[in-house]
């Protein structure tokens, strides 16, 4: 891990600096590759997304995976406060068993942030 990856994580997440080493540093180097990429590819967002929900083949099952799991949290009748984790959480799932992608969720992306 160079010091300009820190410092780009840093930048891109809002985090300091040091808290930013702190966690690529625990990240495994394929997960810390993909925070890395999603850093590049940032651009205007405010959050670090997956770079599987930009992939132009894997795109498309991420969003049916989220669709299915806010149909999911509907069903379970899932409002409010803890709604996202239980959709990420689903979607996650759903990704992982059926398609063998390991996605990553906005709060994963995004640890310096609290999501309801």
């Keep these: 891990m160079a010091g300009n990856d820190i410092w780009d994580y840093h930048m891109a997440s809002g985090l300091p600096v040091g808290r930013a080493k702190e966690l690529l540093s625990a990240m495994s180097p394929e997960i810390r590759e993909r ?3 999603a850093v590049k590819q940032k651009g205007d967002r405010k ?4 770079p599987t ?5 894997l795109a498309e099952r991420v ?3 989220a669709d299915e799991a806010n ?3 509907d069903l379970a009748d899932r409002h409010g406060i803890g709604r996202c984790h239980f959709v990420w959480t689903t979607q996650k799932k759903h990704l992982a068993e059926r398609h063998g992608i390991a996605w990553l969720s906005p709060a994963d992306m995004n ?3 609290v999501f309801d």
Excluded at 47 to 50: A, G, N, S, T
Aim: negative net charge; proline residues 5%; glycine residues 4%.
């Design 35 to 37: 925070v890395l990429l």
């Design 47 to 50: 959050l670090l997304v997956d």
């Design 53 to 57: 929900e930009t992939d132009s083949v």
């Design 63 to 65: 969003r049916e995976a």
């Design 71 to 73: 149909r999911a949290a």
């Design 111 to 113: 640890p310096g942030i």
